[in-house]
């Protein structure tokens, strides 16, 4: 009888006691083996011992059920990227230079497209057979199915005629026939391969401010980093394709962190002088050096506030190195942080302007800190390894920094690109396998980031997609380092 | 002594079922241990100790571009409308099962009551098409104003309204940005991760002319805040879904937006 008892409950036990498991596989096989075991009255000890066994592999099993839930990656974004289809311009005109601009405009208007990492590009080699010039050549049935299977069918056409360029575009729909046209746009310039190139940037960049949900396109935007292909480094600038790269400084000795303004309109460095590194502001209205002040000690790596009315930087003029604000001007000079340990590479959160990211070594090796604008609420974000150079998101949810997470003698030591979200810490590594890669900084709409690798063999400036896709080398010449993207 | 020992020899031996049951207690406690070290239940601890470095919310975002999903998605808007009509299910009609009459063995008989046919399932009527259906498949922009996206097993879905009723069939590409903006700025690791399903919630919101959410209201809750939450946190996270298309005379839209939300 009381053997019966004990039985009893063990079963009731075996079997209710996962109610909330659902795992059905796990259920289906207890019950079986319960059903089998209980009821027979075969030897006590087989059926504790099976019961005690299953006790335990659904335990084991159970744990096993659960875990998967915590492994999962997640990927996933369930929209898909937009098919776009970007036929070659027709040539509206007999000129002789439609051949040489044509291709520049083309060239330009694919790969900014292609780069915006919001389009799905359709393959040329799918497109149907003949030019489409104008509205009136679009076969919607030629283009919204397969092999094209477009739903964006991006034509027009160019043509020069004394001694001007005029191009017109259209962005169509193609999967909706009844009213297709999402953009119209005429262009005019001079017939030169420069303006033609700026021509297909605009118009890259109406497309994309369209399908991109309101956020403008960075065909436009200009990056600024340090060169030493002149013999010093001084600060230069590209397009954001790599395009037409030229000097900007003539210092004629060290110069290092370009930071250009939130307008455009300066640009604020740190150089080495006679009284040692101090920071340097160039203005791009005057196309010279204007004054800042100088304040003793070490001054690195300027950072503006989103407003622009304010600049960070790093000075040892106390000593250790610390984070201080000061005005445009360089006036009003506040001290932010006081604690033993250098306090290095300050940026602001960029969509408030409330938050300061930098850099700290005062638990030893530099880790990633935020604090408020005001100097409180200072948190660590990273918890490991080496990590540097933060670059604030322009949305203001993320950080990208590069970060050693192995660090010391015996360690791997990869130098990647990471990207943390700040509300979750949560992080993913941007960069894989690919030497040094630091100085990251992210473009205007947020999707790119450029920063520096050594993976070439030497160290050069590179972009990739925030997902860290799409890598391409934009300098091959010197040695190009700490790249810094405009803000617009 | 003796006495208690007597009271020991009078019962049936059952120093071997303590021994079991002393077995199974300590078993299972090894076991609950084990359990307790085994599962991963204590992740909040080790941000950024690895291992979770590749399941992140941040994929979710707009700004950030992601790798397509390999996953087959219900893009309403690039394929496979199901025409313009006819494109959401019908309900299925809940049957109400006849009442079984108490009998009464004073009354009088009844004939039996005729079943009407609105108490009756209807026998199943051919569909008849509208005359302005468009064919699965054979065009058509969306399937009606409605559009479904789904993420990573969460699913989502909107109706717009305003102007003359037709913004989602003449502007497909821009109901097709703000079901993009939205998917990406709804980020799941909000929800309370201790709910694996959850009811609809239903959100409204108004696009202004330049393009900005306003007005985001819950129209219907799930039930689990953090989830409502969620949802609007998404739609406050949006700047701009871009300025509505220049054709359209309207001064805003109205978006009903829906999330399905499934762990």
């Known amino acids: 009888m009381a053997y019966g008892n004990l039985q009893m409950r063990i079963c009731r036990f075996t079997i209710y006691s996962y109610p909330s498991l659902n795992w059905m596989a796990i259920r289906r096989r207890f019950a079986t083996s319960v059903s089998r075991t209980c009821p027979s009255t075969r030897s006590r000890g087989s059926t504790f011992r099976s019961i005690f066994l299953g006790l335990v592999a659904a335990l084991l099993l159970a744990s096993a059920g659960l875990a998967q839930d915590w492994i999962r990656t997640g990927t996933g974004l369930g929209v898909e990227k937009v098919r776009l289809a970007v036929p070659d311009f027709k040539a509206s005109t007999q000129d002789p230079k439609n051949a040489d601009l044509s291709k520049v405009f083309n060239d330009t208007l694919w790969n900014d497209l292609d780069n915006a990492g919001i389009f799905e590009m359709v393959s040329k080699s799918f497109y149907p057979l003949g030019l489409v010039g104008a509205p009136a050549d679009v076969k919607f049935e030629a283009w919204n199915v397969a092999p094209p299977n477009a739903a964006m069918l991006v034509f027009g056409n160019l043509g020069v005629s004394g001694g001007n360029v005029t191009v017109q575009g259209w962005l169509f729909d193609v999967k909706n026939i009844t009213s297709p046209q999402v953009l119209g746009k005429q262009y005019q310039d001079t017939a030169t391969s420069d303006a033609t190139r700026t021509i297909a940037h605009k118009f890259a960049d109406e497309i994309i401010f369209r399908l991109g949900g309101g956020v403008a396109g960075i065909a436009e935007s200009k990056i600024f980093f340090v060169s030493s292909r002149s013999g010093h480094r001084e600060i230069w600038e590209m397009d954001y394709d790599g395009n037409n790269q030229h000097q900007i400084t003539h210092v004629g000795t060290i110069s290092l962190s370009p930071r250009v303004s939130p307008d455009g309109s300066r640009l604020a460095f740190s150089a080495l002088v006679k009284t040692g590194w101090e920071i340097q502001m160039y203005s791009f209205d005057l196309n010279r050096l204007v004054a800042f002040p100088r304040y003793g000690g070490t001054n690195l790596s300027p950072a503006w506030s989103p407003d622009g009315l304010k600049l960070a930087f790093s000075s040892s003029r106390t000593g250790d190195p610390e984070i201080y604000v000061v005005d445009a001007s360089g006036g009003n000079l506040k001290r932010m942080t006081a604690y033993p340990g250098p306090d290095v590479s300050p940026v602001w959160n960029r969509k408030t302007g409330a938050q300061i990211s930098w850099v700290s070594g005062r638990t030893g090796l530099p880790q990633i800190y935020t604090m408020e604008a005001d100097g409180t609420n200072v948190q660590r974000l990273t918890d490991q390894g080496y990590a540097v150079s933060p670059a604030w998101h322009p949305n203001g949810q993320y950080l990208a920094f590069s970060w050693i997470r192995h660090y010391g003698p015996g360690a791997p030591g990869a130098d990647d690109i990471y990207l943390m979200d700040l509300a979750s810490k949560q992080w993913v590594q941007l960069t894989h396998d690919g030497g040094r890669n630091d100085f990251p900084s992210w473009s205007p709409d947020g999707r790119h980031v450029v920063f520096q690798s050594s993976r070439s063999g030497s160290e050069q400036i590179w972009t990739m997609l925030a997902d860290g896709t799409n890598q391409k080398q934009l300098t091959f010449s010197g040695g190009n380092t700490q790249p810094n993207w405009s803000w617009k | ?263």
């Open chain 2, 1 to 263: 002594m003796a006495a208690n020992a007597e009271i020991f020899l009078e019962h049936a031996p059952w120093g071997r079922n303590l021994a079991w049951s002393a077995g199974l207690h300590v078993a299972f406690t090894v076991a609950v241990i084990l359990y307790s070290v085994i599962s991963p239940g204590g992740h909040g601890a080790g941000w950024g100790a690895g291992g979770g470095g590749d399941a992140i919310g941040v994929t979710l975002v707009s700004t950030v571009p992601l790798p397509a999903n390999p996953a087959p998605t219900q893009n309403v808007l690039a394929n496979e409308s199901k025409g313009l009509t006819e494109s959401q299910p019908k309900p299925e009609e809940a049957t109400v099962p006849d009442a079984i009459p108490i009998p009464d063995q004073n009354a009088k008989k009844k004939p039996k009551p005729v079943v009407t046919a609105s108490q009756r399932k209807p026998p199943p009527q051919p569909v008849e098409e509208a005359n302005n259906v468009v064919p699965f498949g054979q065009g058509g922009p969306v399937s009606g104003p409605y559009g479904v996206f789904s993420a990573g097993g969460a699913k989502g879905g909107f109706g717009f309204t305003g102007g003359g009723g037709d913004f989602g069939s003449r502007f497909a590409w821009y109901v097709r940005v703000v079901q993009q903006k939205v998917s990406e700025n709804w980020l799941k690791y909000e929800v309370d991760p201790g709910i694996r399903d959850a009811q609809r919630v239903y959100l409204m919101f108004d696009i202004t002319r330049d393009g900005r959410p306003a007005n985001v209201q819950i129209e219907q809750s799930s039930g689990v805040p953090s989830l409502d939450q969620s949802a609007v946190r998404a739609l406050q996270r949006i700047d701009t879904f871009g300025p509505l298309p220049s054709d359209y005379s309207g001064n805003k839209v109205s978006v009903e937006f829906w999330f399905d939300y499934k762990r």
